[in-house]
């Protein structure tokens, strides 16, 4: 079957070769394990180890994700935490609005199957799994319009469900509403 050029190496060769690779093996996980804790602690990244259960059958029952509890809404030390619920298939609020240089707090729940979200131009990107909340702590610079797709294919729906984030400047947000009760621009 092999000639005699291309016969696996036998005995003690062949030992030497399964070490040598049993070795580079051994070396790129740590490489790799490395890398995870350095861009961890470097770049500040969270990876998911949070963890924040909700039972995701009875959000519209009441609590922290009713409907009237959706939006934005700023908290007594100033900063801004928004509450989005994500079903089949939309996001709700729809159209969501944020002050920009305000430092925001997002929370996500699903209320049905994993889907996932991201801000465009941003890093915010993060899966909603049902059963936990997602949180993701983020600023936003400059005002405009973002688009906050669903990344996360979750059924025949899933390229229609979109929202849109509207970054106003600080002035322009309705602070003193946002105190009393959650806003949003849809
Ligand atoms: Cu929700 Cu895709």
Known sequence: MFSAEHRPPQGQAGERIERLWARSMTASIVVLLGVIVFTSAHWGLHPPSRVETIDSTSLHKGGEFSEGNLGTSIAPDGSAVVRVVAQQY?????????????????????????????????????????????????????????????????????????????????????????????????
């Open 90 to 186: 939309a996001f709700v609020p729809s159209c969501v609005l944020v002050p920009a240089d305000v430092p925001i707090t997002m929370r996500l729940a699903s209320a049905d199957v994993v889907h996932g979200f991201l801000i465009q131009g941003t890093n915010v990107n993060a899966m909603v799994v049902p059963g936990y909340v997602t949180t993701v702590r983020t600023t936003f610079a400059e005002s405009g319009e973002r688009l906050m797709p669903c990344h996360e294919f979750c059924g025949v729906g899933h390229q229609a469900m979109w929202a849109h984030v509207r970054i106003v400047d600080a002035k322009q947000f309705p602070s003193e509403d946002a105190k009393a009760k959650a806003v949003s621009c849809g």
